[in-house]
């Protein structure tokens, strides 16, 4: 699955970058082309001032990026925007983390070692709860791999950007804090998968049922923002779960809603998870064990 | 009995919805012993076990190990027990060692060693590495009792363990629970609804009917002694032996008779100065089936033989 993931992260990267490629043919590019080659050989010559060479220098490189990220593709390709943009790739972490929390618990109780695991000298909640250790430690792996493989696919496919890129494109990008803002968005990113899982998890466990919770969690998942804006008609939108789950939504756009912050969110979240871990506690430390 | 119960079970009761399953149990097993726990399907047996085992909670009453109370203190009293509840379900894609591994892991100083010791005991050694989707029922069985010695408990909980095994494998089984009761001291717990299969194993048989337990037998204590005698014709035989001041009771071709040994040669001749025709007289051992029989009535084992 890990494996999956990792190819899937490189494959898709590889074909964004092939994709921005077959854009570049223009005539304009032809254009820069040809006077980057006039630049070129101006600076072959052997008679320049330190200060003539410079300039061109700067003027030779100021080329060669307009070329590699041509303006007709619009928002420019770098390394370093794909990795600030990884977590979008996340969404297939939620999903595989969606279908192991469906199935950790529920499984045990299909397959009928559930009476193998409780009848221990271990509480309950104890097995409970290194069960839903094991979910968001996989949520956590798989979330890293994906980060580690978009930076690997950044580097193999992508040029990095120069002071001058940033510049003429205006990317508010900077080397020293675009490593840390691409942890953020990631460890949100996390957040949002982990909350996911748990509601799966929370279904898988009173339910007693993988297929079950697969289900409903994906289909949450899918029409959970068709929800939202559904409810919001009557101003309650907001208090949906999945309303909230997209935590990214404050750093990089504008809020989902207007009137939502951070902080609100948080709570949010912080009150479903409670919400979710209750169930599945009470329901799997209070039922009798009959499978 | 002077010894100090392993397990006793107080007042244990169960309702499900309306329906009293198990009925005020009170039950004490020793160390060394065999209890059979004998019952036509339905009776409760799972339940009671499940309960025994922190499966399912007690309606009312309690389950004590060595004395600790499971309701108060559950970790520590089921450290001592081994359990296996119904088929031993296990996880089919590792093979029977990371099964055994991870069993282990819920148990304080299981060793790599006694893993492995354990798994000599059941004789897996040579398929321990595969996996468990390609066992036999019967090897399943074997890794299940694995696991469940896995912590040297001094209490062993068996529910319907000979399901799926073929003779051979019950006899195996039988010499090896003997061999851990009377080496270890293990106190065994088997439960059943074949009186053949538990009477050759157990020492002790607790009846359960209905979720009641209506009888508990000591299979050391010395039997009544019976007779089975066949002769002709059927009236004048019975008008003989009821004149003798025997219990007659009908059975085949004849009656059993409850008569000491001593007895047998004046009655035999009796029987021929009447000119009765005399075809058998032979000792005749109550089985427990038909001590069973005579006391859940007869009907319920009926459905456990259907089953
Ligand atoms: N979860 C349950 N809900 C309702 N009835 C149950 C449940 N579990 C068992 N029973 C009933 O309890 C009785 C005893 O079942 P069980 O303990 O499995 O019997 P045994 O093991 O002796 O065959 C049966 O009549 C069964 O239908
Ligand atoms: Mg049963």
Redesign the pocket.
């Known amino acids: 699955m890990a494996i999956m993931l990792a190819v899937i992260v490189l494959g898709f990267l590889g074909m964004t970058r092939l994709s921005t490629e077959m854009m570049d043919n223009t005539g304009w590019t032809e254009d820069l082309k040809n006077e980057l080659a006039g630049v070129e050989a101006e600076l072959a010559s052997p008679d320049l001032t330190e200060e003539e060479r410079e300039q061109l220098e700067m003027e030779k490189q100021g080329l060669e990026e307009s070329i590699v990220y041509s303006i007709e593709a619009g928002e420019p390709e770098v390394r370093e925007s794909v990795i600030t943009e990884g977590y979008g790739i996340t969404a297939l972490v939620t999903l595989l983390t969606i279908i192991a929390a469906s199935g950790i618990v529920a499984t045990e109780f299909s397959q009928g070692t559930i009476k193998m695991l409780l009848s221990r000298p271990v509480k309950r909640w104890k097995v409970l709860a290194s069960k839903y250790a094991a979910v968001l430690l996989f949520c956590l792996l798989l979330t890293t791999l994906t980060f580690v493989m978009t930076v690997i696919g950044a580097f193999l496919f992508f040029p990095g950007s120069t002071e001058s890129t940033f510049m003429f494109y205006h990317i508010e990008l900077t080397t020293t804090s675009f490593w840390g803002m691409a942890l953020y968005l990631m460890f949100l990113a996390f957040i949002n998968s982990a909350v996911v899982a748990t509601l799966a998890f929370a279904i898988g466990t009173i339910f007693r049922s993988t297929s079950l919770a697969i289900g409903i969690s994906l289909f949450l998942y899918f029409t959970g923002l068709l929800v939202v804006m559904f409810l919001e008609k009557y101003g309650i939108g907001k208090y949906v779960l999945f309303a909230n789950t997209n935590l990214t939504n404050y750093v990089t756009d504008s809020p989902l809603l207007s009137g939502m912050t951070m902080p609100f969110s948080i709570v949010m979240l912080v009150v479903y998870v409670a919400i979710f871990l209750g169930f599945s506690f009470w329901s799997f430390t209070k039922r009798?064990v009959?499978a | 009995m002077e010894l100090k119960p392993v397990v006793e079970l107080r007042d244990l009761s169960k309702t499900?919805?309306a329906?009293k399953?198990i009925d005020d149990l009170n039950l004490s097993l020793y160390p060394g012993q065999i209890t059979g726990f004998l019952?036509p399907?339905?009776?409760?047996?799972?339940?009671?076990i499940r309960m025994m085992v922190g499966l399912m909670e007690p309606t009312g009453g309690d389950v004590f190990i060595e004395g600790v109370s499971l309701a108060e203190n559950f970790e520590e009293g089921l450290s001592k027990v081994g359990v296996i509840v119904e088929n031993p379900e296990m996880y089919k894609f590792m093979s029977g060692y990371k099964n055994l591994e991870h069993f282990a892991r819920m148990h304080d100083g299981v060793t790599k060693e006694r893993i492995d010791e354990v798994i000599a005991q059941v004789g897996m050694q040579n398929r321990i590495h595969e996996k468990v989707s390609t066992y036999s029922l019967g090897m399943r069985q074997r890794l299940g009792l694995a696991q469940a010695l896995l912590h040297r408990p001094k209490f062993l909980i068996l529910?319907e363990p000979t399901n799926g095994l073929d003779p051979a494998g019950i006899r195996e089984f039988r010499m090896y629970l003997r061999k851990i009761a009377e080496e270890d001291g293990v106190s065994i717990f088997v439960?059943s609804?074949m009186l053949s299969e538990i009477e050759l194993m157990c020492d002790r048989i607790a009846v359960?009917q209905n979720?009641r337990l209506i009888d508990i037998q000591d299979m050391s204590a010395t039997q009544e002694s019976h007779y089975y005698i066949e002769a002709r014709p059927l009236d004048a035989t019975e008008t003989l032996l009821t004149a003798e001041g025997f219990t007659v009771e009908s059975f085949k071709e004849g009656f059993i008779v409850n008569a000491e040994k001593e007895q047998i040669p004046a009655l035999m001749q009796k029987m021929t100065t009447q000119e009765l025709q005399l075809f058998a007289v032979q000792p005749h051992r109550k089985t427990l089936e038909d001590q069973f029989l005579e006391m859940t009535g007869g009907g319920q084992i009926a459905e456990a033989h259907t089953k």
Do not use: F, L, Q, R
Request: hydrophobic share 25%; no cysteine.
């Open positions: 009798d009959a | 499900i919805g329906k399953i019952g399907n339905g009776a409760g047996k799972t339940t009671t529910d439960s609804h359960i979720g």
